[in-house]
């Protein structure tokens, strides 16, 4: 079926919308990313936008157990959680015009008005915001010189919220018909008592959506069990496509067999098609995607017991973990790459306060991480851990809090300083080791919270033949930032000389980046100021995280 590939000549920048009809929750991110994996295989450059229609500026601002883990850009820019799955998905950074909310567009059309920028016209939501959408989409191709733009517009047809911006998606397919696909993501339940799955909310989704001026060229039908024929052909004859435009999407284990299956049924070339791109081969890339998507399924090795020590896993009667999927997702990468089944387990920080905790449950571990974190609830919990990992030779890596939190405890248990702590809970405490930088202490007294931290990309020098350094193998690094705390400058030279190892530092030397205890003392003692998990890829592990495993992996034998 696959023909030899073609060089497309320029021909013009095509769209791919993804809306999500019946409900939510079920998998329309992935979809999306899988997509983009299947497309970007055939040698096509694809860019994946995520549209957020809350009004909240970027995703900075808002709790991770309500909304997920906030995710950063290149740029500093604070995005949900779905952009993690799309740069995984496609090995690609994103750029800074693949994420917007309601709120960006809204503040950017009202600042533009208050500058004189519209001549002295009425300012409304149609066509100013609806056009400013519309110019996002466009600059987010332009920026990425992508061949395809997949757009996945959140929220459920039907909600208030997303309406201008499926408004801004017709548009574009008025001007270019051609060049325009929907794709509706749908669910079909299948009812206990009923035992058969039901299309009709299918079809009233569609309905709702085609009452927009929109039509669904595609449904990517989510269900526990595959889609028969009839069904397919029910749904294709109610909503007025070909039967191979409905796309049968069970229940799998992993998500990453998603790009796995939409190849099965060969959507990247019926896409194509229908988006009048020539037809190509599938790359290499594809070859080795599907290795990784197998290999994290079928572990030869024993399981590796590892914990995450945090505090955003309890949401009413359920235990969420989606507060740290990119430190899930890293873990997975890197197990793979060291060969092991990594475990996860979630633990509560707050179990380890109080006079007498028992520690001997962390026996169990293979690996502990505590991750980033904000406030003060369960941070006596998380010193405790990092204590009994430090005295018992558990492989430790901190991310972010992790990493200030480690340095706090070394500087309490080992360097006697009682009362060490950081300016973020007691800014009053005796020994600052985490304070706040003059930059930022000025923002905090504005009230100017909002994408206001250290956010984003920065290089950092690493230390010749620290473990940073062997992992990494390389002398400068890149990685992304969100915090506001640093590691006190005053402090630096005591810690050191008590045997901490501050192993990458900013390249003026002023600011701490990684802290680690030589391998001579501990297996695996270290913290990182940034956050790795943020270019923890599939087709690309961390480095750190994989040293992470490699000790975990030790340590088990
Ligand atoms: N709360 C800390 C700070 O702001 C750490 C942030 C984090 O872990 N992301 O510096």
Known sequence: MNKKPTKITKSPHKYIFVIGGVMSGVGKGIATSSIGTVLSAKGLRINLVKVDPYLNVDAGTMNPTEHGEVFV?????????????????????????DYMTSGMI??????????????????????????????RFEHAALLNKSDISIVE????????????????????????????????????????????????????AARQLAS???????????????????????????????????????????????PVNFEKDRLAEILMNSLSLPARALGPSFTEWKKFAKGIKNFTEHPLNIAIVGKYFNTGDFVLTDAYISVLEAIKFSGYAAKVKPVIHTVNSRDFEGKKPDYSVLDQFDGIIVPGGFGESGIEGKLNVIRYCRENMIPYFGLCYGMQLMTIEYARNVLGLVGAHTAEIDPKAKHLIIDIMPDQKKKIAEGDYGGSMRLGRYPAKLVQGSVAHTAYGTDKIEERHRHRYEVNPEYIQQ???AGLVFSGKSPDGT????????????????????????????????????EFMKAAKKRKK
């Open 212 to 258: 927009y001026g929109v039509n669904a060229d595609f449904i990517i039908a989510r269900a526990e069990t595959p889609l028969d024929y009839r069904r397919k052909e029910k749904i294709a004859v109610s909503c007025n496509i070909p039967t191979e435009h409905v796309i049968s999407a069970p229940d799998i284990e992993s998500i990453y067999d998603v």
């Open 106 to 135: 809204y503040k950017d059309v009202i600042e533009k008005e208050r500058a004189l920028k519209y001549g002295g016209k009425c300012v409304e939501a149609i066509p100013h915001i609806r056009d400013e959408i519309v110019h």
């Open 511 to 546: 600011l701490m980046e990684i802290a680690e205890l030589p391998r001579k003392q501990h297996p695996f003692f270290l913290g990182t100021q940034f956050h790795p998990e943020f270019l923890a890829r599939p087709l690309a592990p961390h480095p750190l995280f994989t």
């Open 153 to 204: 517009i959140g929220g459920t047809i039907g909600d208030y919220q997303n309406v201008m911006f499926i408004e801004a998606a017709r548009m574009l397919k008025m001007k270019r018909p051609a060049d325009v696909v929907f794709i509706m993501v749908s669910y079909l339940p299948t009812p206990g008592k009923l035992g058969e799955m039901k299309s009709r909310p299918t079809q009233n």
């Open 73 to 97: 850009l290149n740029n500093g820019l604070e995005t949900d959680q779905d952009m993690g799955n799309y740069e995984r998905f496609l090995n690609r950074d994103a750029s800074d015009y």
């Open 495 to 497: 810690i050191e000389d």
